[in-house]
């Protein structure tokens, strides 16, 4: 079993709607959660970076991190074409905070 | 500010051919982290180098390794390269201050090594 678990989709939805992606871990000494978007071919773009639980919010962004679940999600409001990209969610723990475990990526299509 | 740069983009190689990919941290990073991302396995941690020094290692054969110079410039190196080496490699970048903060990572656009 992988440390981090990720939907690879792909995962289709409408322009505007919600999108809801979320990745479940199984180390508990997770500390540092991040997002990254990933379009073809380009390297991964940073989206959101939260430490330890809670909630964080940027723009049409939100990460949520449950720690008690081991789960975390991102959600996209208002959903755009330009949305349309792989998205990975990837964590740390504190001894070696800069080397990340990545979930698969889920690959998110918004369509017109 | 100028994102994390690397280079070259695109390198061929031939299998047993030994290859050196450079990168450029954003400016006034510490931390140089670099990554392999295959299709099958996904993003995989290689090593992370701070301060000149290689701090965390990933569980790649030692046919991978790197440097980080004083400007904090990083440069990876893959010796005897086989088939399986075909990857795109990222490079990523992290303040980390001082007081212990700053660990978000910043990629760059990575090299896309294909070896024949």
């Known amino acids: 079993q992988k440390e981090v678990e990720q939907d690879p989709g792909p995962l289709s939805v409408p322009e505007g709607a919600i999108v809801s992606l979320n990745c479940t871990y199984s180390n508990s000494a997770f500390q540092y959660f991040m997002w990254y978007r990933q379009y073809s071919r380009k390297g991964p773009e940073l989206l959101m970076y939260t430490y330890s639980s809670g909630n964080k919010e940027d723009g049409r962004f939100t990460a949520q991190v449950d720690k008690s679940s081991k789960y975390i999600s991102l959600f996209i409001r208002d959903s755009q074409p330009s949305d349309s990209a792989t998205y990975l969610c990837?964590?740390?723990?504190?001894?070696?905070?800069?080397?990340?475990?990545f979930g698969t990526g889920t690959r998110l299509q918004v369509t017109l | 500010k100028a994102g994390v740069t690397q280079t070259p983009r695109y390198l061929i190689k031939t299998r047993g051919q030994q290859v050196t990919l450079s990168c450029s941290p954003i400016s006034g990073h510490r931390s140089v982290s670099w990554y392999q991302q295959t299709p099958g396995q996904g993003l995989q941690f290689l090593f992370e180098y701070f301060s000149e020094t290689q701090r965390n290692k990933g569980n790649f054969p030692g046919r991978f390794s790197g440097r980080q110079f004083s400007n904090s410039r990083s440069e990876m190196n893959v010796s005897t390269l086989e088939l399986g080496d075909s990857a795109l490699y990222l490079c990523?970048?992290?303040?980390?201050?001082?007081?212990?903060?700053?660990?978000?990572?910043?990629f760059g656009p990575g090299t896309r090594l294909t070896v024949t």
């Open positions: 990837a964590m740390s723990h504190t001894g070696t905070a800069s080397k990340l475990t």
């Open positions: 990523a970048s992290s303040l980390v201050a001082v007081s212990g903060s700053g660990y978000e990572q910043y």
